[in-house]
């Protein structure tokens, strides 16, 4: 190598370390919100579609998403946190914040993106409950959902109900569900009347509706003792194995409504958006779900997810991204695409979600909505169901079936009380 | 040189050159890889999760105070820990026996001039690469109690038919239908692998000896695979004592808990109430079982089995 090309070559060298240190400079500028969130395609598209608006409103920002499949992603969650490689922005059962806030993964959102008396003045009670840890809160309710009664009016007509009245009792429910079930000559259940498929948001809604209050205040832990809950059970119960207008032979409850064969289902709102998506043609309606008796309360249970902020995270660029996520737009969009109920105040009453067919129920039943108040996740994944179940498949009584999930529930509540106070 | 060292030398004979001590170190950092990453992946996480079952340990919660025994202790008063250990034990006697019966009697069928025989391998191997969450949907609708081929079966047999993943009684049944038919597949081939390494002298000397068909197969093929069965007992029965797949896409133990099985329930007390002390204690105890049930397989059938 002569001499000159050693200097060209040396020359070169520099010239790359000093373009490599100023895009460096510049890239660092950047801020980058690595963003986790569990997966369904509607909900992807999403995301990803407000990033890149977001991302062009704020250029210094830069989101980058990892949408998990939901059996997967505790898995991938909890250890990343654990080893403080986790996301900056994530989701997790808007139950479970509190017991993520007592951990200190988490951070409050930052006062510069908005208040505690603001998200109070803009969001609606129950959504946001949840979120708050002493004065701050941790989080922006997303995924929410009530129980709803999806119907379909082909039905009703066929059976000479008239489909602009939904049943408004749970008398009338049994009523109506008896005039859609039809058997076979061999006694085969060919079209079912109702569903409420055990599961366990509907069950405690349906036991919240019957009065009872399923938390003791005093022990601060859950109680499905009242006998308002074991009617309410007895109620879901009973339509199998007393007035058998569901059977649980018709297999999936959403393939038998999509195949208009089953007259009315308790579902969350998001059904929506997947019937939607599966059987754009299908002709449904949406009513609130019926009281226990005429004039009764149409409360339902309210879950929902939130998005939070992880302790490593940018707070400001985090919490920003999070409360776009959440923006009133933002919430007319997800209502459209995915069935996520709106949470902010000011969206509920508007003209074209009050008047409208599906949604109208919706924001009504959003307005007299609870939040569940267990911490464990158990309760409505696993041991409601399990005590339906109870009474079902082993004749059990409604009410030893809410004694046994009584002290499960205690059981469960209190493992993770302790989890959060080590 | 110390005095140790000159001995060595002179007990080889020959200097240790730079090229001596190069073919020495050669092998092991040839496998250097392999062990770090075994340890990496193994060893170390099984150290770690031995570590962390003498202490309350929520993942994300800083502090992990040490409980002893206490997490074991606890398992006494864990009524479904219990019940999914019964659980497991169902399915293992239910799966093991019929898949390697079954996955033997495919592999001698498929061992013979058979017609087609590449094509029969293939079917039988093809629901070991199938997704499990794309069969789990084919075998819900075989299962399905209206429309589903089970029930049809049963209807042309005028048997009573069932909601088969959804009652107590069948559920188990029908996972364990499910759990042999997508691994008969693998045990075939382990079987006729082991069968095509038998020398067919053999056959020809007893045949000439005027040895039927179950003779040659009762005193030359079975003698003559057990290190294979051997292989596919013990690997079959530790498998069944982890399954979760099946149950997890199928019925999520349900219902009320008759297919609730140990690694089940391990992973929802990990990872759904965060428990992983609790959760690592289950593991060392089933870890202990299938040890010691792989330790009694080995006692009875291992030490007769030959390698000649």
């Known amino acids: ?422 | 040189m110390n005095s140790g060292s000159r001995a060595a030398v002179a007990v080889r004979g020959r200097p240790l050159t730079w090229h001596r001590v190069q073919r020495m170190i050669a092998p092991y950092v040839f496998i250097s890889p392999g062990v770090v990453f075994y340890l990496m992946v193994t060893i170390i996480p099984m150290v770690w999760g031995f570590w962390i079952s003498f202490h309350k340990w929520s993942i994300i919660w800083p502090a992990h105070p040490w409980v002893g025994l206490g997490n074991y202790t606890a398992l006494l008063s864990e009524d479904l820990f219990w019940t999914s250990l019964r659980n497991t034990a169902i399915y293992t006697a239910g799966v093991v026996p019929v898949e390697v019966a079954v996955a033997l009697m495919v592999a001698l069928l498929l061992n013979t001039r058979l017609r087609g025989r590449s094509f029969y391998r293939l079917l039988y191997y093809l629901p070991v690469v199938t997704p499990l969450s794309i069969s789990a949907v084919i075998w819900q609708w075989i299962y399905h109690p209206h429309v589903g081929l089970f029930n049809w079966v049963m209807r042309l047999l005028r048997l009573p038919t069932h909601d088969w993943l959804q009652e107590i009684g069948t559920a188990m049944l029908a996972v364990i239908i499910v759990a042999i038919w997508s691994g008969v597949g693998y045990r075939m081939v382990i079987f006729l692998a082991a069968l095509q390494g038998i020398p067919q002298t053999y056959y020809e000397a007893a045949m000439i000896d005027g040895a039927g068909r179950f003779a040659l197969f009762r005193y030359i093929t079975l003698p003559l695979l057990k290190p294979a069965t051997l292989f596919v007992l013990v690997t079959s029965i530790i498998g069944s004592f982890q399954v979760f797949s099946i149950v997890n896409v199928l019925t999520q133990g349900g219902p009320l808990d008759s297919t609730h099985v140990v690694v089940y329930y391990i992973y929802k007390r990990a990872f759904g109430d965060l428990q992983f002390g609790l959760a690592a204690a289950m593991s060392f105890v089933l870890f202990a079982i299938i040890l010691v049930v792989t330790a009694i397989q080995w006692k009875l059938i291992g030490r007769e089995v030959s390698y000649e």
């Open chain 1, 1 to 422: 190598m002569t001499r000159k090309m050693r200097r060209i070559f040396a020359f070169s060298i520099a010239a790359l370390l000093v373009v490599g240190i100023a895009s460096g400079v510049v890239l660092a500028k950047k801020t980058t919100i690595v963003h986790w969130q569990h997966h369904s395609p509607a909900r992807k598209e999403m995301v990803e579609a407000f990033a890149a608006e977001f991302m062009q409103k704020n250029p210094d920002i830069d989101i980058q998403i990892e949408s998990i499949p939901e059996t997967d992603y505790f898995q991938k969650l909890l250890p990343a946190l654990a080893a403080g490689a986790g996301p900056d922005t994530f989701q997790i059962p808007a139950g479970q914040v509190s017991s993520y806030a007592a951990t200190g993964v988490l951070q409050p959102i930052s006062p510069k993106v908005t208040t505690a008396a603001q998200i109070e003045a803009d969001f609606v009670p129950s959504a946001v409950k949840r979120l708050k840890m002493g004065a701050d809160y941790y989080g922006f309710p997303v995924d929410t959902q009530t129980i709803v009664l999806f119907y379909n009016p082909e039905l009703f007509k066929a059976a000479g109900l008239d489909p602009a009245k939904p049943p408004q009792t749970w008398a009338e429910l049994i009523e109506y569900a008896k005039a859609i079930h039809k058997r076979d000559a061999n006694g085969v259940t060919t079209q079912m009347g109702v569903a409420t498929g055990g599961y366990g948001p509907v069950l405690a809604s349906l036991m919240l509706q019957n009065g009872a209050s399923l938390w003791n205040s005093a022990t601060d832990l859950p109680d499905f003792s009242s006998p308002a809950a074991a009617e309410a059970l007895k109620f879901a119960t009973d339509l199998v194995t007393e007035y058998k207008v569901e059977d649980r032979q018709m297999g999936s409850r959403w393939n038998a409504f999509r195949q208009s064969k089953l007259g009315m289902v308790f579902a969350h709102p998001a059904m929506i958006g997947s019937f939607r998506a599966t059987v754009p043609d299908l002709v449904y309606n949406i009513a609130q779900i019926p009281a226990p008796k005429p004039g009764g309360p149409r409360t339902t249970l309210l879950t929902s997810w939130a998005y939070v902020v992880s302790k490593k995270a940018p707070s400001e660029a985090a919490s920003k991204w999070i409360a776009y996520l959440t923006s009133a737009d933002a919430q007319k969009r997800w209502i459209t695409k995915t069935g996520d109920l709106p949470t902010r105040k000011a969206l509920l009453d508007l003209p074209e979600y009050k008047n409208d067919r599906l949604l109208g129920p919706c924001m009504e039943s959003m307005k007299n909505s609870v939040p569940a108040p267990w911490t464990t996740r158990r309760l409505d994944d696993e041991l409601l169901r399990k005590a339906y179940e109870l009474v079902i498949l082993k004749d059990e009584s409604p009410e030893k079936a809410m004694k046994w999930l009584s002290e499960e529930a205690i059981k469960a509540e209190k493992e993770q009380k302790a989890l959060a106070k080590p």
